[in-house]
């Protein structure tokens, strides 16, 4: 039984496919076309995740997508009624999602009148729920999803056991902690899709002193079943205007409209244009707008908790990339175990979707834990050597060695250990938008001037944004406060006082890091790097940062080489090559 799960016409569309209730492939549109976030039908996606199965589109018996048109169908007409512009945009939107099966048969120069799968719609939430519950190793726990918004709902929660998920509530249009925290950074002068990071990162340097002002803008609502929001209206324009996504068709770049009104700058001052340097000002906004934030995230699991008498909690949708506010579960709610999927974004859902039809609607057990994050393409050692040749680096002074794999493990750390900066493309590409050790960039953590150093030479980003610390798990509570796994980077814990000298470069400013739990079933040549560097500096951690520079992370070989002869790196370890300048 193979089932296609597809996100498309939305934000991070991806595909993924399901054989038999096991995950083969997976993989976001933007690794393909090189367009971060990239929207529209994910045609390349599709084609790989096929490939990978050793399947055709004639092999499909179901096809999985995350939106359902009748989700919540009285709200949307109520809206449609009342804002005609924004009833044109749901009219168009329908019309995407009802020629999904034209547009995958367009991909493939198929007939889709020949295609043989059933097409299922599943609602946009109870596909993030799934793509978490199902890939955990849970038979019995607690629900949340919070995004922006997906088939007119924000947020939603309840309870998974066994293949079942039984839904308790939802958040409706327009309340939403997610266009909450989108709004905000508009107002603050981040105004990409996805930017909403960057305000995680600045709020460290702040303090929250207008938190007041934003336990005004959402508020506690005490009759969602108990455990839901509000948002104070005023400060926002989507409920007059429609939220809806748009991009350009020639490079598929995401753009949400400008979603804060006038109120929101009479409440917190003057709106800060991108151009304009960051004031004192803006980092303690930040500061309150993540404060304020978790306040009622960790409210809502806290009381989610109380409801079900669970002690483990999946998370998903835009919201559980908050990995400060994950971090403060343990503390915060009687949770004691976590799981966040690689891609709890909107680029889950493909995933997600397959599941919930696996389970839901099959009604198949469950036989799948996902405990890695490697489900994209992967290059054969002759594919890395073509492109290596083609590039004919040899020519232009650069150095080439094919060596055993513990002999690059020892020189590749000894390139870090040295100070140098080194690239790392192994295996197969990470699923989601954190680059865990097989598309990375490696430095030491060591130095306290390598933050610096990389963001000069290499990514060109903010200098409030922090890099990330890889760590071999068995040392996870050596150095960190906390010692539950996070191998998907999603959970920020402090790192102990005493070992902050010892790692400084990925310690952020509050004394916190985005850690990497690695071990060695789950990533046994980046456990062996990391290991082989302890072995030189008695440090357990390196410094991980995805391989890219401004563009979507590499994943072809032919990427990888490109991105590091235009950049200032040191040494590139592609596969078992490793190319260093002479």
């Not at 993924?16 to 492939?25: H, N, S, T």
């Not at 865990?436 to 150093?453: C, F, Q, T, Y």
């Not at 040191?570 to 078992?576: E, I, M, T």
């Amino acid at each position: 039984m193979n089932i296609l799960g597809i996100n498309a016409y939305h934000g991070n569309a991806s595909a993924a496919i399901v054989c038999d209730g096991r995950l083969v492939a997976a993989v976001e549109e933007e690794r393909f076309n090189r367009v971060k976030y990239a929207a529209g039908f994910p045609a390349q996606a599709i084609r790989y995740c096929l490939r990978e199965a050793g399947l055709t589109l004639a092999d499909i018996h179901h096809v999985a997508v995350p939106r359902n048109q009748y989700a919540r169908l009285a709200t949307k007409l109520f809206y449609a009624l009342r804002m005609p512009s924004f009833a044109r945009e749901r009219v168009r939107a329908i019309a995407k999602f009802t020629g999904i099966p034209e547009a995958l048969a367009r991909a493939f120069d198929a007939d889709a009148k020949k295609l043989r799968a059933k097409f299922h719609r599943v609602e946009h939430h109870q596909a993030h729920l799934a793509s978490s519950f199902y890939c955990s190793p849970f038979e019995r726990t607690a629900l949340l999803s919070a995004d922006g918004l997906g088939d007119f709902a924000s947020t939603m929660w309840g309870v998974g056991q066994g293949h079942r998920m039984l839904i308790d509530g939802a958040v409706a249009f327009p309340h939403s902690l997610g266009l909450f925290y989108t709004t905000v950074t508009q107002y603050l002068g981040f105004l990409k899709f996805g930017d909403e990071y960057k305000v995680m990162g600045l709020a460290a340097y702040g303090q929250p002193e207008q938190l007041e002002a934003f336990r005004d803008i959402v508020r506690f609502d005490s009759h969602s079943n108990g455990n839901g929001f509000r948002l104070g209206l005023d400060y926002f324009t989507h409920h007059r205007t429609g939220p809806e996504m748009s991009w350009a068709e020639t490079d598929k770049t995401p753009m949400l409209g400008t979603m804060f009104s006038a109120e929101l700058a009479r409440r917190l001052g003057p709106v800060r244009a991108p151009e304009e340097p960051l004031e004192q000002r803006h980092r303690n906004l930040a500061a309150s707008l993540q404060a304020r934030l978790e306040e009622v995230y960790l409210g809502m699991l806290k009381k989610l908790a109380e409801r079900t008498k669970l002690k483990a909690v999946c998370l998903a949708g835009g919201v559980a990339f908050n990995c400060v506010a994950n971090g403060k579960i343990f503390d915060a709610t009687p949770f004691e175990q976590v799981y966040v999927h690689p891609a709890a974004g909107d680029g889950g859902l493909a995933v997600g979707a397959a599941f919930y039809v696996w389970h839901e609607i099959l009604g198949k057990p469950r036989s799948f834990v996902m405990n890695h994050a490697y489900w994209g393409p992967g290059y054969s050692h002759e594919e890395i050597r073509r492109a290596i040749d083609a590039r004919n680096i040899a020519r232009d002074g650069y150095a080439i060695a094919e060596l055993p794999e513990r002999d690059l493990m020892r020189r590749a750390a000894a390139i870090i250990a040295d100070g140098k900066i080194l690239g790392w493309f192994q295996g197969r590409a990470e699923w989601g938008p954190r680059a865990l050790g097989n598309r990375s960039i490696v430095a030491d953590p060591r130095r306290p001037e390598m933050k610096e150093i990389l963001n000069r030479r290499i990514k060109h980003r903010e200098v409030f944004r922090p890099f990330a610390p890889s760590i071999l798990a068995e040392f996870t509570a050596e150095y960190f406060e906390k010692s539950h796994s996070s191998p998907f980077m999603t959970l920020a814990y402090a790192v102990r006082p005493e070992k902050r000298e010892k790692i400084p470069a990925p310690t952020h400013v509050d004394g916190t890091g985005r850690l990497q739990t690695v071990t060695r079933e789950a990533n046994p040549g980046y456990h062996a790097l990391i290991s082989a560097f302890r072995d030189l500096t008695g440090v357990p951690v390196v410094l991980n940062t995805s391989f890219n520079d401004n563009e979507p992370i590499v994943c072809r070989p032919e990427e990888a080489i490109d991105c590091f002869l235009r950049t200032q790196m040191d040494a590139l370890a592609l596969g078992n090559f490793l190319i260093t300048k002479s």
